[in-house]
């Protein structure tokens, strides 16, 4: 079946500019989570939805960053005015429920703020 | 502060040696434990997880990881390497309470495997 797909794959964006990504989990997985892979800080955990409970927004770096998941499938993670700090490679994850069970992963979004 | 520590940066092997990438956590309980590779290009993938039970866990291609307690470590092993099996391998944990399944990384352990 299909996986979790993410788009853009690749997005170049100029610092100060607005940016959306996109994550199109496993269908029927209730649990999506957000992790965002950089050079200097490694794999880290942004934001994590589980069906219509409030997500745990605990891992977004500032406030420019926010995330919502629309009729519990697709997430659009947004970052606003864009800094060259978040240059990274955006992932989406999915689980059938949280916790225990297996997240898969999607192929990510390569982000580069000029 | 809950972490992951992965020693090594970066392993080579001969492809048909033994591997054995290390891992040691830092948290308050035992965590769940996982290992998950990336290939160049491709998404994190699991190997194998530990929540509780045998402390020698099976996973796929191969692998296997054997938790420790005494000493917080989650060591991941393969006793022939293919060269396919390059790529980067990260140990991460996550909370047994809440259920939320948030994982921490570890920053990951590079393997390049030689012919």
């Known amino acids: 079946g299909a996986g979790v797909s993410q788009s853009p794959s690749n997005k170049v964006t100029e610092k100060g500019k607005d940016v959306e990504l996109r994550c199109d989990p496993i269908?029927?997985?209730?649990?999506l989570y957000w992790y965002r892979q950089s050079l200097g800080q490694g794999l880290e955990f942004l934001i994590y939805f589980q069906g219509n409970s409030a997500p745990d927004k605990s891992g977004l770096p500032s406030d420019r960053f926010s995330a919502e998941r629309t009729g519990g499938s697709v997430s659009t993670l947004t970052i606003q005015r864009t800094q060259q700090e978040d240059s990274a490679v955006y992932l989406c994850a999915s689980s059938s429920l949280a916790g225990v069970e297996t997240q898969y992963f999607g192929p990510g979004t390569r982000l580069l703020v000029l | 502060a809950q972490s992951v520590t992965q020693p090594d940066i970066h392993i080579t092997v001969s492809e048909g040696a033994s591997l054995e990438l290390r891992c040691n956590y830092s948290y308050g309980a035992t965590p769940y434990l996982f290992w998950y590779v990336q290939s160049p290009g491709q998404g994190l993938q699991l190997l194998l997880k530990?929540?509780?039970?045998?402390?020698l866990v099976q996973g796929i291609k191969g692998f296997e990881a054997e938790f420790k307690r005494s000493q917080s470590s989650f060591n991941l092993r393969k006793p022939s390497v293919h060269w396919s099996d390059a790529a980067e391998y990260f140990c991460?944990?996550?909370?047994?309470?809440?259920?939320?399944?948030?994982?921490?990384f570890g920053q990951g352990t590079t393997l390049q495997v030689k012919p």
């Open positions: 530990y929540f509780s039970g045998d402390t």
């Open positions: 269908s029927g997985h209730t649990a």
């Open positions: 991460a944990v996550a909370s047994p309470s809440g259920n939320t399944g948030k994982l921490i």
